[in-house]
């Protein structure tokens, strides 16, 4: 397979991942690709590996451009497999290559996980000299991982971004601009929601260690790289990272035999009425991880299940254990259920919510049996109380 030139003597050699479907738990539904680049000075440098699997396609896209035994450098962004696993295999084939990785979480990651392979640690604001180019090397602690790292070059002025601004995203395409926009602007906010959304504070302090640079060019870690909608990401990402909601609702559910469906059809009407558009999630057929990537934009979220055997439906129990592990900000949250005895669901997401700081903007909305049309008014009114 070929190498993508970037620009002159930088090249794109990672792997294209069409069939993978879950991602720890996240679907990405559009597959995903692992990026590695290679630059090509008197030091040949290699950023970062692949996924275990794919490390043949990363090596025959740089044979195609280079022998793989005159790499001197392999830079280690990131301690994560889907871009460290190809680093013994390509130790293998790049027997001199120093691998440089963050001091110090980088260097315990990689040495726990893969044993003695002849790392170099570097600090933060530590350059590396490479001939006619410099990289610097900027850490990003807990963006995502305690090890998290990336890598600027002043004189290409490319950032090499590893995990942020990417997303998971299969395309024969390298680049934003040769992508049909809004699809890459969906996945990337999906990226930052299921991978990011815990860390904003720290992803706050990335950009303002990455604001004074000179950026032409982001190069990411999965998917497309930003050439021409720089400072779209870059606004995108300073909104995300300050938790802003619009005004918008999530009314996300599952229902046993209709009346909690009734009831959710209800609330998102009633929304729609006050002039809030609603996104409407049956979890019976949406994933979580396209959910939260709703909620944590959306000003309003209201969250519903009957009671089953004294507890909420188990796909709603998932998802608030995974919204919980995001610590979503700044939603007007509240509960709603059906039940025909018992009717605990109801109180028992409202304890989820407050467990995550969405103190609930409304009592509980609970119904017994079948809605009738005067309580689905009052549910009408409720909801619009909120909206104001
Ligand atoms: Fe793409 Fe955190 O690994």
């Not at 597959?31 to 590996?49: E, F």
């Not at 002043?154 to 995990?163: M, V």
């Not at 592990?325 to 669901?345: D, E, H, R, T, V």
């Amino acid at each position: 397979m070929q190498a993508v030139k970037f620009k002159e003597d930088i090249y794109w050699v990672g792997a294209i991942d069409w069939s993978v479907r879950n991602f720890h738990g996240y679907e990405t539904s559009r597959g995903s690709t692992y990026n590695a680049y290679l630059i090509l000075d008197d030091k040949i440098t290699l950023i970062d590996t692949v996924k275990h699997g794919f490390e043949e396609e990363l090596l025959s896209r740089i044979s195609s451009v280079v022998n793989p035994a005159d790499i001197d450098y392999i830079i280690s962004s990131h301690v994560e497999p889907d871009h460290s696993g190809g680093l013994p295999f390509m130790r293998q084939h790049s027997p001199k290559a120093e691998i440089i990785t963050s001091s110090p979480q980088g260097l315990k990651g990689l040495t726990a996980r893969y044993g003695e392979l002849n790392y170099k640690a570097v600090k933060s604001g530590e350059t590396l000299n490479l001939g006619r180019r410099n990289l610097s090397f900027v850490t990003t602690p807990m963006l995502h991982w305690p090890d998290s790292m990336v890598t600027y070059c002043p004189e290409e002025k490319i950032l090499f971004s590893n995990d942020a601004f990417g997303q998971h995203l299969a395309t024969t395409e390298r680049f934003d601009d040769e992508n049909d926009l809004p699809t890459v602007m969906r996945e990337a906010k999906k990226y930052y929601a299921n991978i990011l959304m815990l860390f904003g504070q720290q992803a706050q302090k990335a950009m303002q260690a990455l604001g004074g640079l000179d950026i032409e060019l982001i190069a990411t870690g999965h998917g497309v790289s930003w050439r021409s909608h720089i400072s779209d990401i870059l606004a995108a990402y300073e909104r995300w990272s300050k938790y802003e909601v619009e005004d918008k609702a999530v009314v996300v559910f599952d229902s046993m035999w209709h009346s909690t469906e009734i009831m959710a059809r209800t609330i998102a009407d009633a929304f729609r009425q006050k002039g809030i558009p609603a996104r409407y999630f049956d979890l019976k057929s949406n994933h979580i991880s396209d959910v939260v990537t709703e909620i944590f934009t959306s000003r309003y979220l209201a969250v519903g299940s009957p009671t089953l055997n004294n507890q909420m439906m188990p796909t709603v129990a998932s998802l608030l254990c995974y919204l919980k592990g995001l610590a979503p900000k700044n939603q007007k949250a509240f509960a709603f259920g059906s039940y025909g005895w018992g009717g605990q669901s109801v109180g028992l997401i409202e304890n989820e919510l407050n467990a995550m700081g969405l103190t609930p903007a409304l009592p509980g909305q609970k119904i017994a049996n079948l809605p009738t049309a005067e309580q689905l008014a009052a549910l009408t009114d409720s909801v619009q109380s909120l909206v104001g």
